[in-house]
Each structure stands twice: as C-alpha cells, then as structure tokens.
C-alpha cells in the first residue's frame, strides 16, 4: 500500500518533489533535523533519480588535499572559472555560498553513503577540481535513498507532481498523481527539486524554435517542468533565460531519451564536420575538445536536419576514447558517403580542398594546442589540422544532445522561493530547477551537482526549521 | 564458444568502455579499458575475471528497462559457465555437474554406497579406530587416484585456458600479485572496501566475501590436516587416531567448523540473491555443490564428535563417500571456479604490467 494511502493528508511536514540529488539532499538533511519527510518521485523505481543518475562527478572547493582530490582548488578560482563560462550571468553572491559550501560537502557525502574515486581514466583534467563518484550518478543515489529510508523517509515511485496551490504567501496543498489515483497532500513545508523542462518537447520546441523537435535528450524522459510551469503560472519568480538550454554534441544514434554519458563523442579535433551538403561549417581545431564540447550543440542545431557527420581518417581512430557504437566504415570516401547519406562527390571535393589546405603536420600533437593549421580555407582549421587521405576512413552523424534547460525558479541564500510581493512562506527549490539562479548561461563541468547538494542540504534545514 | 554470447558481451563491454563509471569496483574494468576492440579471447578473460560482485549492474544507469540492457554480472557468468563447459576434459562431464544439484547429489550417493560396499567387500584388514571399518591402503587406493586424476584432468583445463587467453611464462611478481588478490578476495571488496551488492540489492555488505573465506580458508586448513596426517604417516610412522593437540586435528576441526559455517552461510546468501544476475542456468548446480562441500565437512565434524560411538562406520562411509564425490567431481563443478580464478588473475597480472 502507498504510503500516500497509508497517512492521512496532513501526515507530513515536508514534502519533497522529486528524488534526484538534491530532492535526497534535501530529505535527508530534513529526517536528521527530524521532520517527516516524504518524497514524490514521479518516475518509477528503476528509473529514479532523473539526471543525477547520469552523473560522474561533483566540483568541489579544496584548501588543500581533501579524499581523491589532489593540491588545493580555492573560492578565488573556483569562481573565476565560473565566471569564465557563464561569461558574467551569475548571481555572485549565490555563486560563492555554492563554492564555499562544496567543500564541506564531501565529507558530508561520505558520511551519508557516497564513496570516491580518483578521476577516470581519460579524464585527468578534472583530477584537481572535480570528485568522482565510484560506479557513478546511480550508485549516489542509491546511497542516499538507502540513507533516507534509514531515517524513516518514504519514498514514493510513480507519483507526479501536477500542482501547488499557493494561497496567500504559502502552499496550502499539494496535488499528485499516483497510479492513476489522485491525491491531495498538505504538508508543512514544500521543498521542489523536480528538474528543469528538456523532457517536453513541446516547451522545448516553443522556446527553441522549431529545430528542437530534432534535438536528443541525454537524461531523464521524467523532467518535463510540470512544477515549474505550475509555479511560474502563479506568479512565482523565475530567473534564466527561457528560450535558452545547455546543449552538446552527441552520437547521433544516441536513444532519444536517457542516452546519458556514453552518447559523447571526442573525435571532432581530430575530423573536419560537414552538414548534410557535405560542407564544413566551423573550426573542428578551435580549442581542447573538453572546451569546445557545448559549442558544437548550438552548432549542429543550426545545420540543416540538425546534423552533422564527422569525417576522419585510419590515422585518428585510436586518437579519442572509444565510442558507444563503432563508428561507420568505409574502404573509399566514396562508400563512406554513400552508408553516411552524403553527396558523395560534395564529400570529395571538402575533403580534397582541406587536404589541400594542410600544411607541415610535423608538430602534431594529439593532446595539446599544437597549431597545426590549415592555410586559405574557410573555415579554418587551427589545431590538428591533418589530411584526412589515410583509408579506412571513418564517421559518425552528431546531433545535439540537450542536457538541461535554464529556466528556473529564482531562490535567495536560504533557498527559498518567491513571488513578486515576497518570499513563499514555505516552498524552497533544489538543485536543476533554481540553478539558473547561479548559472545563466554556460556550464561548468561538475557543478550542477554541486548546486543540487548544496541547496538540497540548505532547503531540507529550512523546511524542517519552518515544520517546527 | 558460443557466438550469440560471445557477441552480447562484446556490446556490454564497448558500452561500458564508453563509460567507465565503474572503473574502480574491480579488476574487470580496467582490463576492458586497456581495450579498443574485444577479440573472443579478450571476453573469456574478462568472464573469468568476474567474481560477480554485482556491483556494476546496481550502480549501471542502463540497465533494463533501458534500451541498452546492462547486465554485466549475468552476461560475465554465462560466458564464463560456457567456457569452462570448453575447457573441460573430458568435456561433457562439467555440461553435467556445472549446472545440476540433482546430478551431484546422486554422485555424493553413489560415493556413500561405493564406500559401504568397499567396506563390506575389502574391511578393516586388521586395521584399528577407522581402519576397523575400511584398511588403510583400501582408502589409499581409492583416494590416491581419484585425487589424481581430477588434477590431471584441471591440468588439462588449465594449458587449454592459459593458451586460449595468450598467457605467457609466469613471473614472481605475477604470482604474488594474483595470490595476494585471491587471499584477500580483493575484487569482492568493491574498491572501496564495503564489499559487494549480493544478498540485498544495492546494499554493501561484506557477507559474500567473509563467507567465500571462510569456506576458501576453510576447505585449506582441512586440506593442510589431511596433508599433514599423510605425512605424518608415512615419514614418520605416526598413523591416525591423533590426539586433539595435534596438527591434523587443530587444522581439520578449525578447518571443518569454519567450512561449515561458510558453506551454509553461502547457501543463505544465494537463496536471497537475485538469480537474474548470474547464470541462471548453473544455479542448481552451484548451490548442489555448496551443499556437497558443507556435507564434507558436517560429516567430518559428526565423524569426529562421534568417532567413539556405534554411529561411526555409518559416518565414515558418509564422509569417505562425500569426500570421494568431491574430490572426483573437483574439475566439473564451481569448485573448477577457483583454479580458473586463479589463472585469469595471473594473466591479468600479466597484462598489467
Ligand atoms: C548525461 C548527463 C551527465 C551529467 N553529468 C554531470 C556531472 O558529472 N556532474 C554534474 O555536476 N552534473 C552533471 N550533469 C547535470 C546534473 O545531472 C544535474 O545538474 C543534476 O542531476 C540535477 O539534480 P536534480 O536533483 O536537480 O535533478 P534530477 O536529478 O534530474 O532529479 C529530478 C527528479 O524529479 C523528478 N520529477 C520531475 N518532475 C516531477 C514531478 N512533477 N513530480 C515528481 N517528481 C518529478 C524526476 O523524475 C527526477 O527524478 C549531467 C547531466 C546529464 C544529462
Ligand atoms: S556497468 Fe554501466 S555504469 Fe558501469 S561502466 Fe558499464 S555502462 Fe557504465
Ligand atoms: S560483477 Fe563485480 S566483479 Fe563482475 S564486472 Fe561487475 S563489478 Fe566487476
């Protein structure tokens, strides 16, 4: 029986909606200030979680060697590379508590079921900055939804979210869907940690154009933004752009939904990119593929079909780490073309003018900025500029990859929401859903997590403070 | 070798080489990451490096019902339980016994009766204690061969696995290495040393690994106590009865008591476990051969609590019958695991360096 069957309505004194890592954050650090917690989790049990499954590491702040992390990784740099990428959009003050509270996270992590290891192979960039999670996303939140029913959280699967009722500076209720049957909740307290909308194509198509009717979604199918419409129709603050969506290049026979980390492709630096018409249409060298990863989403999506093929040659294929699905093989640039869907004469004719646009490739150098570049073509190639004449030659189609939306709700440094008359007496949000807040733009690599965490622990003492 | 198994292996290990999550939960991911492409060889060595810690599969983000279907531990196990049918010799003898409880009960009671019948036929001979029942050279000859000829046939086995997966000449280094991971089970221990998601879903727990060794270190020291008495016999002219303080039985009660402890606890375990996540077929036959190991010892401990008593020359064709089905049954049951455990770990001390 569902515990929602089980309790009477006002049975709880914070409800937490949605179980991904900073509804569980949240929950956890709730049941320990001793509320009684439940969580509705819309998807069903094997797919809880939502993207924090997918996820390999958290950005953690470090005075010095803290766990796997190695040397020292302060406040003052931690924000310039944030900085960095979100090219200003950022709330500073929001961005510091995130950076200053990651540090004491990864005990606290540990303390609650999260163990560490050293950075992936392939991955040593991130060995300083960012904490790995062992077995990944899906084994911490296993860890913590062990930890949470360890202090008596329910947990409930299948149970939507469709509605807040926010009544005079509070939400008086809570409306959910549970195998059909509907149900009405009035907890104390409300803590959201349901996502951003990228699930629902619809939204996404109307805030995108209509290219994102081709656009893959690397997680979860469940994050379709109910709550945050929900709660936007109300009037609730909102912040981030919301046409706008944190995108990357994929495999493009990557599954529409839940294709999760796998789907990446490192080859880009290594190939010249053509659209459909067989014609390059940016620099493949511009920088670092780490660097250069998000780009290239916005990039594809302004293709025609939303595509773009990867084209490279037998000297490049052990260049980049292995792909999910082998690459398409063929004998002549010809036969590539024609198992690619290309013009197979258009193929030829870019591939012979950047072979002739190569230079002395005699500096090549796999893993650094080695200015191997090519001279009098547009667009130029300016790194790892080699010719692709070496058979077999070898492609993959990439299409973008959407990873999260940025509209969210807007919270203060206590994580709560609020309206334009003032803060929601008690509704606070967690995680990807107010992480516009600290991030309008761009991504830095580990820190949804680090938001999620942070804000989770943050929501979880506020709400249980307000039960009380 | 089974192609269609053969092929699902090779899909699972190209996804996980695209991900890596798991890298650090055993020796079986860092081995598919030295890789690009996986030749049939490469998943052998990989199946057999495997303990089936299930780890992976509970920490995977594609398993079913998602598309990809990842389920390593089971598609490891299967792979593994097919290549052992491969190696074996005489061949069809583990295609029996690797996958039948029924087919290892029935040889623990022909032992019984082998042993009732031997009893009958040849007797004490003027023997004393469990000689009175069956004479000492009675039991050599039957024991000697039917020790022998299981290792041979492992021997056999072991050549045809070590070439198949290309092993060159071990070194020191080799061998330590691969001992010192069996002896403290390391690829059970999860990594991180919380052990591994067997009897409770995701939950760690060190139960499978502490009673994997109680039944390794179990079945060693009654192994040593055996060893021990023969030597004892025959260098230095001491037969059997022993005192208690003395080697063979300090080894073989300690010995006895902790593999039967283990064996059952084991039983427990794979009664809990989710049998989705092994090879399903073998299931019978590895919990048969458990119970078969745990008779061994139950047997040996009654044999010794009650050696004085009119039960004894029915326990002794018990533990005598139970002890020979072991013993012959060695390279065509889960006990082959361990040899082939070994040989993987080495090979893959190898690669490493
Ligand atoms: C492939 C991939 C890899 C990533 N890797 C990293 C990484 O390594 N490090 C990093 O920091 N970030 C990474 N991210 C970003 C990261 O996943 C997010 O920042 C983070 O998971 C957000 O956590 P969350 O708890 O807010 O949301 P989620 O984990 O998505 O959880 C939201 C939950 O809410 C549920 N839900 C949705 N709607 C409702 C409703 N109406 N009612 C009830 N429940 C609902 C969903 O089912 C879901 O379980 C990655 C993202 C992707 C897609
Ligand atoms: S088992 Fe799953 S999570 Fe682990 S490495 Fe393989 S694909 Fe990744
Ligand atoms: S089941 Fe355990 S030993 Fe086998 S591959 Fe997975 S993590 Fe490694």
């Known amino acids: ?359 002395d490739t005699s500096a090549f150098h796999p893993t650094e900025l080695d200015g191997v570049a090519t001279t009098g073509i547009e667009p130029p190639k300016t790194n790892w500029a080699r010719p692709i004449d070496t058979p077999p030659f070898y492609g993959y189609a990439l299409r973008t990859g959407v990873t999260f939306t940025y509209l969210g709700l807007k919270v203060d440094a206590r994580a709560q929401c609020c309206t334009a008359s003032g803060p929601i007496e008690n509704l606070w949000a967690a995680g990807e859903t107010m992480a516009g807040s600290i991030l309008g733009q761009g991504y830095l690599a580990g820190f949804g997590m680090t938001i999620g965490t942070v804000f989770g622990r943050i929501a979880g003492q506020e709400a249980a403070a307000h039960a009380r | 070798m089974h192609a269609d198994l053969l092929q699902e292996a090779r899909r699972q290990s190209e996804i996980c080489n695209a991900c890596r999550y798991c890298e650090s939960y055993c020796a079986v991911f860092p081995a598919i990451h030295r890789e690009r492409a996986f030749a049939d060889a490469d998943l052998t060595q990989l199946a057999n490096l495997c303990h089936n810690c299930r780890n992976c599969y509970y920490a995977c983000q594609y398993t079913a019902p998602h598309e990809f279907a990842l389920n390593l531990p089971k598609i490891l196990a299967e792979l593994r339980q097919e290549s052992w049918d491969d190696f074996a010799w005489p061949r069809g003898f583990a295609r029996l016994f690797q996958r039948s409880g029924t087919a290892i009960a029935l ?8 042993m009732i019948w031997a009893a009958r036929a040849i007797g004490p001979a003027g023997g004393e204690g469990f000689y009175a029942v069956l004479s000492h050279n009675a039991m050599v000859a039957i024991f000697a061969p039917a020790f022998l000829l299981p290792l041979a046939s492992l021997g056999v086995s072991l050549r045809r696995y070590w070439r198949h997966v290309g092993g060159r000449p071990l070194t020191r280094a080799d061998i330590l290495a691969a001992f010192g991971s069996a002896a403290r089970m390391r690829n059970l221990a999860g990594g991180h040393g919380d052990g591994c998601n067997f009897e409770d879903e995701d939950r760690f727990s060190q139960a499978r690994r502490i009673a994997h060794q109680l039944v390794m270190y179990g079945f060693l020291l009654c192994f040593a106590a055996t060893s021990v008495a023969t030597v004892m016999h025959y260098a230095f002219a001491m037969p059997a009865p022993y005192p208690l303080l003395s080697l063979p039985k300090l080894f073989g009660i300690t010995g006895g008591v902790m593999l039967a402890a283990g064996t059952g606890w084991m039983v427990a375990l794979k009664l809990r476990a989710d049998r989705a996540l092994g090879d399903a077929s073998a299931w019978g036959g590895e919990i048969g051969f458990v119970l078969l190991l745990g008779l061994v010892a139950v047997s040996g401990l009654a044999l010794y609590a009650l050696g004085q008593t009119a039960a004894m020359p029915g326990l002794l064709a018990l533990h005598l019958g139970a002890v020979l089905a072991f013993f012959l049954l060695t390279p065509f049951t889960k006990m082959a695991h361990g040899f082939y455990r070994l040989a993987a770990l080495l090979r893959e001390a190898q690669s490493r360096r």
Not at chain 1, 133 to 159: H, I, P, Q
Not at chain 1, 343 to 353: F, G, N, Q, S, Y
């Open chain 1, 1 to 359: 029986m569902s515990p929602l069957d089980r309790h009477p309505a006002d049975h709880w004194d914070v409800a937490i909606i949605g179980g991904g890592n900073a509804g569980l954050c949240a929950a956890i650090t709730a049941a320990e200030a001793g509320a009684r917690v439940i969580v509705l989790e819309t998807a069903p049990k094997p797919y809880r979680g939502g993207n924090s499954r997918h996820t390999r590491n958290f950005r953690c702040m470090h005075e010095g060697p803290l766990s796997v992390l190695v040397e020292r990784y302060d406040e003052e740099e931690y924000l310039e590379d944030l900085l960095k990428v979100t090219g200003g959009r950022t709330d500073e003050g929001l961005a510091r508590l995130a950076i200053r509270s990651s540090q004491a996270c990864l005990p606290w992590m540990e303390a609650h079921g999260v163990r560490f290891q050293p950075s992936l192979s392939g991955t040593l960039s991130l060995a300083r900055t960012n904490a790995f999670f062992m077995g990944g996303g899906k084994s911490l939140v296993n860890a913590y939804y062990r930890t949470a029913e360890g202090l008596g959280v329910e947990v409930c699967y299948e149970a939507g979210v469709t509605h807040l009722e926010l009544e005079g500076g509070r939400i008086t209720r809570v409306d959910v869907t549970q195998g059909g049957q509907s149900f009405s909740l009035t907890p104390r307290a409300v803590v959201v940690a349901s996502g951003g909308f990228q699930a629902d194509l619809d939204w996404l198509t109307r805030a995108w154009g209509p290219a994102a009717k081709n656009f893959l979604i690397r997680g979860t199918p469940y994050n379709r933004g109910v709550v945050l419409a929900d709660l936007l129709a109300q009037g609730v603050e909102s912040v981030g752009d919301p046409t706008q969506c944190h995108a990357v290049a994929i495999d493009g026979r990557a599954p529409k939904f839940d294709g999760g980390i796998v789907t990446r492709l490192d080859c880009v630096p290594f190939s010249i990119v053509v659209n459909r018409d067989a014609e390059r249409f940016y620099d493949e060298g511009e920088d670092v593929w780490p660097k250069r990863y998000a780009i290239w989403g916005r990039l594809v999506a302004a293709q025609p079909d939303q595509v773009g093929h990867v084209i490279i040659d037998a000297k490049s294929l052990e260049l980049f780490m292995p792909s999910v699905f082998p690459p398409i093989r063929g004998e002549t640039l010809d036969e590539l073309a024609g198992k690619m869907g290309l013009p197979a004469d258009r193929l030829r004719a870019t591939v012979a003018a950047f072979n002739a646009a190569c230079g």
């Open chain 2, 107 to 114: 040889a623990a009671v022909v032992g019984l009766a082998l």
